[in-house]
Structure formats: C-alpha cells, structure tokens
C-alpha cells in the first residue's frame, strides 16, 4: 500500500487549522500542524513533505520568510499561501517568492482542498514526465532542465518562479501546439476552474519578460488568435510573423 502524502500545515488560527485538518485527513493524507513560524520551518527543514499549507501572518517567522526558505531547499515543496492579506501585493509578493497557489481568507475548506490535491497530482505528474524524459530540452538556445529545474536563455540563467518553470517545461515539451487558457490550468496549474484564466495570461506575461528578447512582440510564446498560445521551439523559423497574433 502506497504511504499516505504528508501535509505540513503552518497556521496560528486553531479553528481554521483543526477544520481544514479534519478535511485534508478525510482524504487520506498525513497532517501535522503547528501555529508557530519558527516550529513550522524546523518541521519543514525536518523534510519529506509533499506539499506546505502556509500562512502569512505567523508568530516567530512568518510565512514569506518560511516560503523563501523552503525555496532555497533541494528538494522542491509544493506551497500553497493563505492569508487575510488578500492585496495583489501580497499575493504577487508570494508567488514571487517560489509559491504554486495563494488563497485569500476567508475562503472555501473544500476550495483549498480542492487545490491541494491538484498541486499533488500536479507534482506527481511532474516528476513522471522528468523521469520519462531524463534530459534537458534544447531549443534554439533556450535550454530548460528538469531534474535541476533551470532553464537559460542563451547561456543566460532565467530566475523562474515554479510555476513559471512549469509552464516554461510544459510548452518546450508541447512546442507547435496550440492551448487554451483552461487546456494550460488544467495541465500546469492542475485545476481547471472559470473566473482563475486571468491566472495563465499574467504568468505567460511574466515568462515573456523573462525569454523573449521583445515582449511586447514575442517570437517564443505566441497568441493565437481566439484559441489560446503556441510556443514556437524556433524563433528563427519565421511563425511569429507568419500567425500575425502576438499580443
């Protein structure tokens, strides 16, 4: 029988924390919570968690100090942020940090659930198609390696959120096909929900700031018009100006 997935859950309201517990148990996985920063980063520094339920306003160290650590570890967490600090600042703040997702209390306990068993699946799902490949992708001096998570831009290293290297994989992996906004959260976000798209067109914006020479005319990550993007695994070849879509 496969080991149950461990959840380390860092949260200082006992309410929240003993209900989404009870729900996260109900799935079968393994939760260990504490209401302290600085107990939840030696916890998380303990190792082997498959995913960190985390929020921001903690006692001792607090949850984007806690995300910033778990980033500088080897082995990669999935982390989702909750926090009563719902502005975009926080939220981009987090995300920028090396969080996969960040829910804004008060928010749903099966919505968070929800999004914890996408990260899961997302993660396992990951870590198959790395095995499966066992290499890097090279693509016209874009270079994107999965086992070390890295990806350079002739030669250059590209400082990548990780779901901004997920999504970066996921089109080298997929170059000349054409996706939806849904078909993309689905796939790298690993949940497919109406109203969150505006999530997919902010991190292609972010990944075009970061890999394409002219982001506001791309030639990697193009707009197909009324069907989604395309990513082109050879700028050289001419396609960006051949669609005429590239906003």
């Known amino acids: 029988m496969e080991n149950p997935k461990r959840i380390l859950l860092v949260e200082d309201d006992v309410g929240?924390?003993?209900?989404?517990?009870?729900?996260?148990?109900?799935?079968?996985?393994?939760?260990?919570?504490?209401?302290?920063?600085?107990?939840?980063?030696?916890?998380?520094?303990?190792g082997g968690w498959d995913a960190l339920v985390l929020d921001l306003m903690l006692p001792?160290?607090?949850?984007?100090?806690?995300?910033?650590?778990?980033?500088?570890m080897t082995r990669y967490t999935p982390i989702i942020i909750t926090s009563a600090r719902s502005?975009?600042?926080?939220?981009?703040?987090?995300?920028?940090?090396?969080?996969d997702?960040?829910?804004?209390?008060?928010?749903?306990?099966?919505?968070?659930?929800?999004?914890?068993?996408?990260?899961?699946?997302?993660?396992?799902?990951?870590?198959r198609d790395v095995r499966a490949d066992a290499g890097s992708l090279d693509l016209a001096g874009l270079t994107v390696d999965p086992l070390a998570r890295e990806a350079t831009v002739d030669g250059r290293r590209l400082e990548l959120t990780p779901r901004e290297f997920d999504l970066l994989y996921f089109?080298?992996?997929?170059?000349?096909?054409v996706f939806s906004r849904m078909d993309l959260l689905n796939a790298v976000w690993g949940y497919?929900?109406?109203?969150?798209?505006?999530?997919?067109?902010?991190?292609?914006?972010?990944?075009?700031?970061?890999?394409?020479?002219?982001?506001?005319?791309p030639t990697r990550i193009l707009t197909v018009w009324r069907r989604g993007y395309r990513f082109v695994a050879d700028p050289r070849s001419g396609e960006a100006a051949d669609t005429g879509a590239t906003s």
């Open 16 to 46: 929240i924390a003993n209900v989404l517990a009870i729900h996260l148990r109900d799935e079968r996985y393994e939760v260990v919570h504490t209401a302290d920063g600085a107990d939840g980063l030696r916890l998380l520094e303990q």
């Open 60 to 72: 001792g160290v607090d949850g984007l100090e806690i995300c910033r650590r778990a980033r500088a």
């Open 87 to 99: 502005s975009e600042v926080h939220r981009i703040l987090g995300l920028e940090l090396g969080a």
């Open 101 to 127: 997702d960040y829910l804004a209390k008060p928010f749903s306990v099966l919505e968070l659930v929800a999004r914890v068993k996408a990260l899961l699946r997302r993660a396992d799902a990951m870590a």
């Open 171 to 177: 089109f080298a992996r997929h170059a000349g096909k």
């Open 192 to 217: 497919q929900h109406e109203g969150y798209e505006h999530t997919v067109n902010t991190h292609i914006n972010r990944l075009r700031s970061k890999i394409e020479v002219d982001p506001a005319q």
